[in-house]
């Protein structure tokens, strides 16, 4: 939605072709009610793999790993990984530990040599990127080690309004950015809210 909002051509992924064209025909739809104009199609995962410039992986966690393995990734290919490394039990958020260091990185080790792998979007939630009515009013913290992916995804994500990208460093700063992701997860959970996210001052 915010892809589209910053008026980019955009794909949404699924393992179901069905699924993925219907959530497409649905956002389109709430866009174009929104006055925008949106080139935004359904594909099945590995197609969009193969076609797009830019693909965003925002898969369940813990399915994030094995699902990129049985995708058509090669070198040169960008991701952007969004995900944090928080299950949900009998109502409580559990950060899960792994000696390997951040899903990011676990993720770029497991994909072909090549694969330019970026971390964004981990401390916002989905709530208020789906809501174009909610401002977002905060800032995306990008890593990764390949610059001028990093500089191409904190170009992406200036475009989306009310979003400050900054420049978090090397792909191994995802380890913070995830468990700064959960603690805004928690927060949620204790204050009985949904849009817990981070603004850093003095930047
Ligand atoms: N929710 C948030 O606020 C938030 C914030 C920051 C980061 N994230 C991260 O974003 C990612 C997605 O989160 P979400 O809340 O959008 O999750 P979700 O709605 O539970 O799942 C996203 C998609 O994952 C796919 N999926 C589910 N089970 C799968 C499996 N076993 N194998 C492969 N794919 C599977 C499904 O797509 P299909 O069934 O259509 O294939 C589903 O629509 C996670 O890594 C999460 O940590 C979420």
């Known amino acids: 939605v915010r892809l589209c909002q910053a008026g980019l051509e955009t794909l949404i992924g699924s393992r179901s072709e069905e699924r993925a064209v219907g959530k497409a025909r649905e956002l389109a739809a709430e866009l174009r009610g929104a006055g925008l104009n949106p080139t935004l199609a359904g594909v099945p995962n590995h197609v969009l793999v193969e076609k797009a410039d830019l693909i965003f992986l925002s898969v369940r966690f813990p399915h994030v790993i094995d699902s990129a393995r049985s995708l ?9 990984d969004t995900s944090v490394p928080v299950i949900f039990e009998a109502g409580a958020a559990r950060f899960v530990e792994d000696g390997e ?7 770029c080790a497991a994909l072909p040599k090549g694969v330019r792998v970026v971390a964004a979007f981990k401390t916002i939630p989905a709530r208020i990127l789906g809501d174009l009515d909610s401002g977002l ?12 992916t990093k500089q191409a995804v904190m170009r992406v994500a200036g475009l989306i309004p009310g979003l400050r990208p900054l420049d978090a460093g090397p792909l191994s700063e995802a380890r913070t950015i995830e468990r700064m992701a959960a603690l805004a997860v928690k927060l949620n959970l204790r204050y009985k ?11």
């Open 101 to 107: 260091g951040s899903v990011s990185e676990r993720l």
């Open 72 to 80: 058509p990734f090669k070198a040169g290919s960008r991701v952007v």
């Open 137 to 148: 009013d905060c800032d995306v913290f990008v890593c990764g080690d390949d610059e001028a």
């Open 193 to 203: 809210v949904k849009a817990a996210r981070f603004r850093a001052v003095g930047v």
